[in-house]
């Protein structure tokens, strides 16, 4: 996976899995696998990437 011009931009969502859905009705290219955790902020977040039109990443995270 290579950098565009820059390495990612992150958007806060408030339903992941709602957005998740929309993202792959609409084709895009899912860089993750699937709807991902990690163990950041007090409950954790949700989060999964796309590429972009310029090999950019697209993050759409949920704070838990």
């Known amino acids: ?3 565009g011009a820059y390495q ?3 958007l806060d969502v408030e ?3 709602s ?3 929309k993202i792959c009705n609409e084709k895009y290219t899912v ?3 699937g709807i991902e955790e ?3 902020w007090e409950n954790g977040v949700k989060f999964f ?4 039109p ?8 949920q704070k838990i």
Do not use: W
């Open 31 to 33: 860089i993750t696998d």
């Open 1 to 3: 996976m290579s950098d």
């Open 15 to 17: 339903d992941i899995e």
């Open 19 to 21: 957005m998740y859905q």
């Open 54 to 61: 310029n090999e950019e990443r697209i993050e759409f995270c």
């Open 49 to 52: 990437m796309i590429k972009g």
């Open 38 to 40: 990690l163990p950041f």
């Open 8 to 10: 990612h931009v992150a």
